[in-house]
């Protein structure tokens, strides 16, 4: 009978143990499995974070003389040529993912976000709202040709000022900061998001 006791008493230790380390690893796939599902739903939060800016491109194009006196008077009278175009237009910044993955750095009530550079992701003029102005003078006149020429002008520096603002990326990081920051108040972290070419963690 003492026999049987201690082999029962055995055999429940022995499962006792093993049932510890079945549901230990059984914890830790869950968790690795956690992070996934969430590193997926940061890239939906990340890319939905675009920031969108909207203005007016504007351009003025002119041979007008603006000194006062009799010949700049004459001169315009002739062969002035002048041209104003306004046209306003939409912006979206972001973080383009398509080959990036996000890195994730989770710390003691902090989470580290590794994301690509913000950057124009989108720019376009919307030239059924546009306003154009021309003058010329009595020996001069203003062709299609002339405007469109104005408008490539007008389009290229715009986006080459847009894609350098660096104002607009800014409150686009801040944007979707906050955006993943609610993602995580629930869980009561902070959230820490870098913006880089490369978005590895650097080793300390």
Known sequence: MKMSTRAI???ALLLAIAFYYLGKRNGGAQVKTTVIQNAAFIKQIAEL?????GGTATIKESNKEDNAGMYAELKNYFIEKTININIPYEAKYG???????????????QVKIYLPSVKLLSFQLHLNNIEAIGKTGWF?????????????????????????????KKLAEEHIRKLLQKYYDPMGLTVQCVFAESNKPVAP
Request: proline letters at 0%.
């Open 95 to 109: 973080v383009e993912l398509n080959q990036q993955s996000i890195q994730i750095d989770t710390k003691a009530k």
């Open 9 to 11: 008493i055995f055999i």
């Open 140 to 168: 001069n006149n203003l062709s299609l040709d002339d405007f469109v020429k104005v408008e490539k002008i007008l389009y290229t520096s715009t986006l080459k000022s847009l894609e350098q603002n660096g104002a607009h």
């Open 49 to 53: 974070g675009a920031l969108n800016v």
